[in-house]
């Protein structure tokens, strides 16, 4: 249990701290958080919290992709990852400024941070702990549809993508590498965590 929890959080704050990156790059953030991203200002709210209002509408929306009751368990899971990434975003990555940096500093950036997040998530899934709604939705549609990870995490990065459009985030070339890269860095990610854990 010990070793399950340290992956869980360890994972979240790995993940966390690599879409605070992305989104500091400013080459086009993941299409989710640009939508969280575009919400928050708007709503003058933080990015964690317009997450976490997010992964409400997402935990029934896995029920009825299920048809079975709402994983109310996983609330605990998403309200801690609105807290952690606003202290990555807000704490550990304030004095980052990306912006003045060269193209091609910010897009090895960029990289690095998908890279971050694919382990991230893919470390924190691997502990069995409730998942994100977010998550649940890529795991019901493996579920219900057959299809793998990677294909999964595709289709919602690219929903997220035209959602973020319409809502004015901060949505750009990265956001697209982001849709094409993640899934593929999750599945495998995943599996080796998965070894190691057991």
């Known amino acids: 249990m010990l070793k399950k929890s340290i992956f869980y959080i360890v994972g979240m704050f790995i993940a966390c701290t690599g879409v605070g990156l992305v989104i500091k790059t400013d080459v086009g953030a993941g299409p989710w958080d640009a939508f969280y ?3 928050a200002d708007k709503l003058h709210l933080s990015i964690g919290t317009c997450m976490i209002i997010g992964q409400i509408i997402l935990l029934f929306i896995n029920s009825l992709l299920l048809k079975k009751r709402p994983a109310f368990e996983s609330v ?3 309200v801690l990852w609105g807290i952690i990434l606003d202290i990555c975003y807000e704490i550990f990555l304030r004095n980052v400024d990306l912006v003045n ?3 091609l500093s910010r897009w090895a ?3 690095f941070a998908v890279i971050l ?3 991230g998530i893919g470390v924190y899934l691997v502990s069995s702990f409730p998942a994100m709604p977010y998550d649940g939705t890529m795991l019901a549609l493996v579920e219900r549809f057959g299809i793998n990870m990677n294909i999964a995490r595709t ?3 690219g929903i997220g993508l035209v959602i973020a459009y319409l809502v004015g985030g901060p949505v750009g070339l990265g956001s697209l590498i982001f849709v094409l890269l993640l899934g593929m860095f999750i599945q495998a990610c995943h599996t080796y965590a998965k070894k190691v854990l057991i």
């Open 37 to 39: 991203a575009g919400s």
């Open 76 to 78: 605990i899971t998403f």
């Open 101 to 103: 940096y060269s193209l």
């Open 109 to 111: 950036f960029f990289l």
């Open 117 to 119: 997040i694919g382990v």
């Open 155 to 157: 289709i919602l990065e």
